[in-house]
RNA sequence: CGGGAUGUGGCCCAGCCUGGUAGGGCACUGCGUUCGGGACGCAGGAGUCGCGCGUUCAAAUCGCGCCAUCCCGACCA
């Protein structure tokens, strides 16, 4: 009965309609929520007062639920929803007692755990895993999680997206007609089902929404649109790591938009670039946005959405002066002008005898000269065929840029037999002297002359190697790593670098899928035309671990006040002291009703357990309630993120939390 | 896929080199004391020592094979 009960309680919250109906009996049963429930007509007693047994006054008009004041807004930009609501539909179950929660915390740092976050998410009992690259959520995990979720619901929709779900097992049929079942490779998990019909696992649902919308919007009338999900990925990630950072099933927002044209791409991913800015200031986060390169995923420009954190796996350049800002693989070089004059190609080429010489390092110590003065010569297999790469000594190659300026789908360093058979010796003696593959260089070259290069002869090398007179060179790109102190390519000033976690990216895919899988519509003229696209994603969980990887301290989790599973945590310093119970069962129930997201620690445990269990799972505000500080009428406020203490009479003590809450929360979203 | 490491009660780890009765801390149960920053005492419960094969009178320990996990790299939304 309760299990069912439980359910459209569950159903009422995802679909994002209005509170849920009944709340579950376990689950703490505050006066206002009881109030809240009986008003309604619904069943269930609450056993927690029961159990408690503690008779419960209340300050004058502190139970009441319509009140003015009554309740906390927790969407500070939502301003047309009724607040209580909100506040509401931001918990899943509003406020708890302690000694009934499953919250497993830990003191010991588990072994496999690298990164701060990972750590913290399983010491405070939040994740655990199930297998490699595979967790579970606990309830305190699963809280925060929702947060997020409702975060990106309330800010999706504003943004005129409309909340769907598709299916996680999608048929091959799909993915062969995109092309990607031959091009997405390992990632994705592929299987058999008993008549042995192929399916995957979804990573992504480009396919499936397209499938979708080609079926169900015919004409120009019915666009744009945009539709997302909030579903389970699978990607068969190579090496699952970080916990919920970079593992294999994950929680994604996906979101995609179809129009009729260009103009209205370009206006549909500007409302998703907009909308990605107010959910990551919403949940507290130091982020950037930042050019990217699409990827597997394709299409035509994209940007990634970047929490700065120092572990993050992205680099990230930007510009000291300008806002240009772009992932590593993606920062580009500006060309720099050709300086004619400076130095003609007057040497001639001269072949060294260099035995044993093959790396940078080792031509520079054996010829005295710098990386500077030396061309690297790489030789790629792009898609079969051979393509010479030319960067200077100093510099690394970006294969992502490689790849875009060659137009090809795979590209990987050449083996041996393919490096003898264009060069015509072994690996470590590559040069663009009658080499006989195309040849392109970095712009770096442009205005370098008697370079040092590999002579295409075993042992041997060049020196005063010039482009044009020595060797052509087929084109000149942008194919270099940007180093801190380039120049940014809008602005010339240098350019900075800085770690990054990938929370969510932006993709104007333009009629990639559209085409390939004839996603069309009729125009006004009666004329088909084919849809443009964008998808839009967020990593929920990752954005959860980037939270915490970029607040926390040596204690624990420090919560941003919308992300926080709980906003209080109410702590009687000892439980068995009646007085101490009792005023801290009283302000639990007058939070409470007041709509605030409270925790009460009645474990019967020391003092000094329940401070450390508060640290460590973030909670941004404690109250502290003393038997000496009792006594004189007060309560301690502790403020989580600084420390800060405060004494409150205990008759303001629930207007003084209430109002830290609103602050915040309007700091925070503001 | 290449390189490295690890696998011993729920968690962190010792024991392995030098084969012989499976250990500690945390957590858990009971009782007592304690009670403002992860208490103490006493008494308990809990382990196929990753799996398999082999060597041996005897294997957590030695050998071989496999599996899993983690780290570095390759690779990559």
Request: proline share 5%; with cysteine; hydrophobic share 35%.
């Amino acid at each position: 009965m309760w299990a069912l009960r439980d359910r459209s309680c569950d159903v009422d919250e995802a679909d994002g309609e209005g509170p849920c109906r009944l709340h579950h009996p376990l689950e703490g049963c505050p006066d206002g929520l009881r109030r809240e429930r009986s008003r309604r007509g619904g069943g269930g007693r609450c056993r927690n007062r029961r159990r408690a047994g503690i008779r419960v006054s209340l300050p004058e008009g502190e139970g009441d639920p319509q009140g003015p004041g009554g309740g906390v807004r927790h969407g500070p930009v939502d301003g047309n929803r009724c607040a209580r609501r909100t506040g509401r539909r931001l918990t899943q179950g509003g406020s708890m007692r302690y000694s009934e929660l499953f919250l497993p915390t830990g003191r010991e740092v588990p072994s496999d755990a690298e990164l701060a976050s990972h750590q913290l998410m399983i010491r405070a009992g939040m994740i655990r895993k199930l297998t490699s690259g595979i967790y579970s959520y606990l309830p305190m995990g699963y809280r925060v999680i929702r947060k997020v979720e409702q975060i990106v619901r309330e800010e999706m929709n504003r943004a005129g997206a409309q909340e769907l779900f598709m299916p996680m097992v999608q048929p091959a049929e799909l993915w062969q007609e995109s092309g990607r079942w031959v091009h997405y490779g390992r990632e994705l998990l592929r299987f058999r089902d008993r008549h042995e019909r192929e399916y995957c696992l979804g990573p992504t649902h480009e396919e499936v929404i397209t499938d979708l919308v080609r079926n169900e919007i015919k004409t120009y009338r019915q666009l744009p649109r945009n539709l997302y999900q909030i579903q389970t990925k699978f990607r068969d990630e190579i090496r699952p790591r970080f916990g919920v950072m970079r593992c294999r099933e994950f929680a994604m927002k996906d979101a995609y938009s179809f129009d009729a044209n260009e103009a209205g791409a370009e206006e549909s991913y500007r409302k998703m670039f907009e909308a990605y800015g107010r959910i990551f200031r919403r949940c507290g986060l130091d982020f950037r946005a930042v050019e990217a390169d699409s990827g597997s995923i394709g299409g035509s420009y994209s940007h990634e959405f970047m929490v700065m954190a120092d572990s993050g796996e992205d680099a990230v350049v930007f510009c000291t002066a300008c806002d240009y800002a772009a992932n590593l693989e993606k920062a580009e070089i500006a060309p720099p002008e050709k300086t004619p004059s400076v130095d003609e190609a007057r040497l001639p080429l001269e072949e060294v005898h260099t035995p044993g010489v093959r790396t940078i390092e080792e031509v520079c110590a054996f010829l005295s000269v710098t990386p500077r003065e030396v061309v690297k010569t790489l030789i790629f297999n792009a898609d079969g065929k051979p393509a010479a790469i030319l960067v200077r000594g100093d510099h690394d190659v970006n294969e992502i840029k490689v790849k875009n300026v060659l137009g090809c789908d795979e590209l990987e360093l050449a083996m041996d037999d393919m490096i003898l058979d264009v060069t015509g010796s072994p690996r470590g003696f590559a040069g663009a002297v009658g080499i006989r593959a195309r040849v392109i260089a970095d712009y770096s070259l442009i205005n370098m002359t008697h370079c040092v290069m590999g002579a295409n002869r075993e042992d041997y090398h060049l020196k005063n190697a010039s482009p044009e007179r020595d060797f052509s060179v087929s084109a000149y790109a942008d194919l270099r790593v940007v180093r801190a102190g380039d120049p940014c390519p809008r602005c010339a000033a240098p350019v900075r670098m800085a770690r990054g976690i990938e929370v969510g990216h932006v993709f104007k895919l333009g009629t990639k899928y559209s085409r390939s899988m004839r996603a069309v519509y009729l125009d006004a003229a009666g004329k088909e035309q084919t849809m443009v696209m964008g998808c839009y994603g967020i990593g929920i969980g990752r954005t959860v671990a980037a939270a915490i990887e970029q607040s926390h301290d040596d204690q624990g989790i420090v919560w941003p006040m919308t992300l926080a599973p709980y906003a209080v945590i109410i702590t009687p310093v000892n439980s068995n002291e009646e007085t101490l119970a009792r005023a801290s069962e009283s302000l639990y129930q007058a939070l409470s009703a007041r709509g605030v997201e409270v925790l009460l620690d009645d474990r019967d445990e020391r003092a000094g357990v329940k401070f450390k269990d508060a640290d460590l799972i973030g909670i941004p505000l404690r109250i502290t309630v003393g038997p000496k500080k009792l006594a004189e009428g007060r309560v301690e406020l502790r403020i989580r993120r600084t420390g800060e203490v405060r004494m409150l009479p205990l008759g303001e003590a629930v207007d003084g939390v209430s109002d830290l809450i609103r602050a915040e929360l309007e700091r925070i979203g503001g």
